[in-house]
Structures are given as C-alpha cells and as structure tokens.
C-alpha cells in the first residue's frame, strides 16, 4: 500500500473544532497506551525471566518437588513444544495447501467451494478449548487406538503427542490456507496461461509453477500456524495428559515416544502458576520468556518472509 | 520416472483432501452433541436458568459423585451464573476493545508520524502473538495480587464475606487483560479497511475544506463500517473461547456477580464456559459429568458458529465497492 506523498504538508490541528481536537488526542492516547502495554509485557516477562532463567534449566528433566531448588528444569517441555510444533505443521501443512490449491484453481463444484471455505472460517472461529475435548471424543474411539495408550478392559486413553498433534494442526490450517489462497491469487492469469500454452497439464503448472511462486506465502502461513502451535495451551493441557516428563508408550523408539504423553512449554508454565498444582512461580517467568522467546523469533522469521513477494511484471 | 499426475487426478486428491476439512467440523459438530445431549435432555431449559438449590458449583459436584449406575446418573444443571461470567466478561471486553481499536486504527492509518507508525505495526503484531497463557501469568502474578492487596479495601471485603470472598481474581482483571487480547485482531482488520477506502473520496472531502479528522470520522470510518463488525465478531469470537487465560484470572468460582452491587461488582469473582471446561478436564471420564463438560463445550460451539455466520454476512456489502477485506 502506498503510503503518503513525502512532502504532504501537514495542516495544523489548531484551527480545528475543540471536539475534533479531542478525537485526534484520543486517537493519540490508544495508540501510545497500546506500545505501552507491549513494551510493558516484553519488559517485565524480561527483567523476571532474566532473573529466574538459569542455563542449566535448559536440560535439566523437571521433578516433582514442592522445593523450587529441587524441582528440576524444563527440557521435557522444550523436546514436548519442538515435537508437537513438528507434528502439526507436518500435519496441517499437506492438508492446507492441498485445500488452498483447489480452491482457487479447481473449485468445482462451486456449492462445495463455497462450503469448505466458510468450513475453514469455522475452524478459524472454534474456540481451541472445544477442538480440545472434540479431539478427546474423537480419539477415545477404538480405531484411534494405534494413536495413543489403551488401557486395559480396551479403553482408549486418547492423550498422546499424535493426537493433540493433529488437533494443532487444525489450529495452524486457517493460517496456512489463508496465505496459500492469497498467494495463489496474486499470480497473473498470463503465468498460467504461458504454462499451459507450452503443453503442460494442469497437474504440472501447479506443481512447476504456482506453487513454487507461491512458496514465500505458504512459508508465511506456516510459520505463523507454528506460532499458534507453539502458544496454545488448552489443547496441551487436555490432549497431552499434562504428565512433567515425557512418558513413552511401549513399541518401536520413535513410534512408541509419540503415541506417549509429556508437557510443552505452555503446560509447564500453567501448571506452575498459581493456578495449576506446582505453584512454582520462579519456574513458571523462566519457562514464559523462553516461550516468549521462540513466539517472537517465530514472528519475526514470518514478518521477514512476508516481506519477499515475487513481483510480476506484466 | 513416475509418470505424472492427470489434471482428473490432481482435482479428485485435493478435492478429497478439502472434503477432509469439511469431514471434520462435520465430526465435531456430530461428536460433540451427542456427547452433550444428556445433559441437555435431562434439564431442558432450565439448563439456562439459574441454580435451583446451592450453587452451580455445588450442582457440579454433585454431577461428578454421581452413582455409578447408569440409570442414577445425576444430571441437574442450572449454569446461568457460567454463561453470565461469559456474556460479562466477552461484552466488557468487547465494549472497551471497540472503542481502543477504532482510535488506535485511526492513528496508524491517519495521524501517526512515519516512526511511531513504523513501531506500531509490530507492537500490534507482538501483541496479537503472546500466548494466552503468558497474559494469563502475568494476569495471575501481577494484577490479581495488586487488585486484591490496594484496590480491594478491608471494608469491600467484609462487606460481601457472607456471599464470596474478594481476592483480586475479579471480572476487572479478566476483561481488561481479555481487551488486550482482543484489540489487535481488531485493529489489524481496521486499519486494512480504513487503508482500502477508495483515495478520491478522502481527497475529495480533504478538497471541499474538511479536516483530517473529520475526513476519518466521517467518511473512511462510515466506508468501512462492515468491515469494523466484522472484526468486532472475530474478536467477540475469540473472547468467547478464551479458556486459559480467563481460568487463571477470573477467580474459578460458579458465581454471578450482581450489577446492582455497585464498584464491588467489578471486583467478584466468575467463571465463564471456557473456563469451566479447562478448570474440570480431569473429570471428564465420569460420564454424566463428562456430558455436562460437553454440553458447555457445544453452547460455545453454537455460538461461534454463529459469529462465523455473522462475520460473514458483515463483509458481504464489501464486495459491493471493491474493498474486500
């Protein structure tokens, strides 16, 4: 968008009407109070984190101590985030290019069209804490079972890192075809045309030229659904099983880590405020500006690739 | 080499896939009802009505010690007070985030000089990404100590003990940390729709004398009023659902605070639907009360889909002059 003329003159406020002047003083005061606030955040999630933060929390496993010296660090929920970040973009980012993709290039029937995209408005507007007990019910169903812990007596536990996983990843999916979407309809009919005039299918000008012009948008929706990953809480607390350590299911390495349970970096926090059990307020600052941390640099890293748009010239 | 796809074949897997989406929210609707539907069933509508005998609280408890048999299962449920804590603290938010967000949005676009303006975006931005869970420590380590220890005097509190006990978890602390969650998704959307007002309506008004305030008040802010309900929906939508943040903040007591307590009315405690939920996850395997968890989850449900629907009528005039949102 093209900002002002740099040589507009800017006329004078002083001429204008005492209740104009004060709109314009309003405008100023919720503009300054708002840098305020997150100057405010940023600056007190610092200075007590730096307090608290000590490198060795890092890789320490935590412990269940009512002592905060004994109490451990967070690696677990550090491995949790960084696992359930994985599983969900792997998730949500096949899903939502493939959803994006049709839409603007296919889009038949058109009814069908029109009903998935307010369907991914519907996503976009479910509050996490009901995908949370959505996904509860779904994967309590016997053939879920693979995804998670069965007890005996063949209840299915439905806590795992797969299935709160893949609830995430409905999380980051209105993010990701969003981006998509726009992305794709930013390219010129005349680079389709130019394919297709050379004989390629349309399979082939998606895959060749669409989304390779579109790759710096999807990289931004990713990384922005991977923020929203990262910083959800109820979905962690409910879906995860909210156990400090990681806890493996039994089955082959990887497999069997993934259908176990653990904690993130949200759970940890939560549950050692004074809201959750730990009430261990010192680990809880520690584990929230690195939580902060990674949610900037997420920021940072999209409002970065946001910025590199292919530009075509016609 | 593999050979490649057929365009037939292309359009069927990712038609398959957006069906997938669509299977989904199908599922959820199905899922989460029929888990809910006993409870509603059993109380009809007096489900919305008040408490009949204790508190909502008490009722939940004793949902959750029902006996094991099936046909004993206790379902009484009057979760008024839950829903008012809802409406309470998603209206105070909303009312105050409107009129933050409108300004702010007039600010960045119109009256902010280049370098405020160029901080600005990101702070929105900054703001909009923090974690609930974050608002919701510092919400639980900062406000509510500072509300409970100089804003509640001893008097306020003796006052209301034989109903509820005023710690600082309050209605006050909820909504404004709920405005700051809310107003950037608004002000994202506002600021692109005062930006997307067509250039000659605003010089012309410039043109025919009126001032840059005026111009804004009048002519981009009236343009550009589907867009501001839309997100004033989208925002009212993520209050609604907010769960951590108002579990940690609002007090987790099934109480509705009364308006006609005066000052002390901002400062009782609440506990809206979302709250609810994430404060009795764990007794979720109880069935009738693993029901009544549902039934609380498909009133949000139903209500954002509403909101959805809303947003979506908003923005429809939009297309009309071209300045899709």
Known sequence: MATAAPTRRVESSSSWRLTDRIGLGLCWAAGLLLCLIAAGIVG?????????????????????DSDQSKSGGFFDPLVGT??????????????????????????????????????????????????AIFGLVLFQQQIFALLSFQAEGNAVFGRSFLTAGTMLGLVALPFIVGSTREALQTIPRHVREASLALGKTRAATIRRVLLPAARPGIATGTVLGMGRIVGDTAIVVILLGATLQLQRVGGPPLIGDVRGTGSTLTSYVYNNSPAGEGNASEKAYAAAFVLLLVVIGLNLVAGRLGRRKVSWTS | ???????????????????LVLATILGMVVFVFAKAWPSFSHNGLSWFGPAHDGTVDDQLTAIFNSPAQPDRYQYELGAFSLLWGTILTTAGAVVLGVAISVLSAIFIVEFAPPPVRRVMTPVIR?????????????GILVMVPFVGNHVVSQERKQ?????????????LVAVL??????????VSIMADALRGVPRSWTEGAAALGVNRWRVMWTISVRASRPAFIAAIVLATARALGEAIMLS??????GFSPNPLDGV???LEPTRPLAATIVDNAEGLSVKPFGQTIYAFAAVLLVSTFFLSLAGWAAKQPLKRYGMGV
Not at chain 1, 44 to 64: F, V
């Open chain 2, 1 to 19: 080499m593999r050979k490649p796809w057929s365009d037939d074949r292309a359009e069927r897997v990712l038609g398959a896939v957006a069906c």
């Open chain 2, 177 to 186: 940390i709920l405005t700051v969650m809310i107003v950037p998704i608004m």
């Open chain 2, 248 to 253: 940690m903040v609002s007090g987790s007591q």
């Open chain 2, 264 to 266: 002390t009315f901002f």
């Open chain 1, 44 to 64: 007190y999630m610092a200075y007590r984190g730096l307090q608290y933060l000590r490198p060795h929390l890092l890789w320490e496993r935590p412990l269940s």
């Open chain 1, 82 to 131: 960084v696992a359930l970040t994985v599983i969900g973009t792997a998730i949500a980012l096949p899903v939502g290019v493939s959803t994006a993709v049709w839409l603007v290039e296919f889009g038949r029937p058109s009814w069908l069209a029109r009903l998935v995209e307010s369907g991914v408005e519907v996503i976009a507007g479910t509050p996490d804490i009901v995908l």
């Open chain 2, 126 to 138: 900054l703001l909009a990404a923090v974690p609930s869970v974050i608002y919701g420590l510092i």
């Open chain 2, 159 to 171: 006052s209301v003990l034989y109903v509820v006990q005023l710690t600082g978890t309050s209605v």
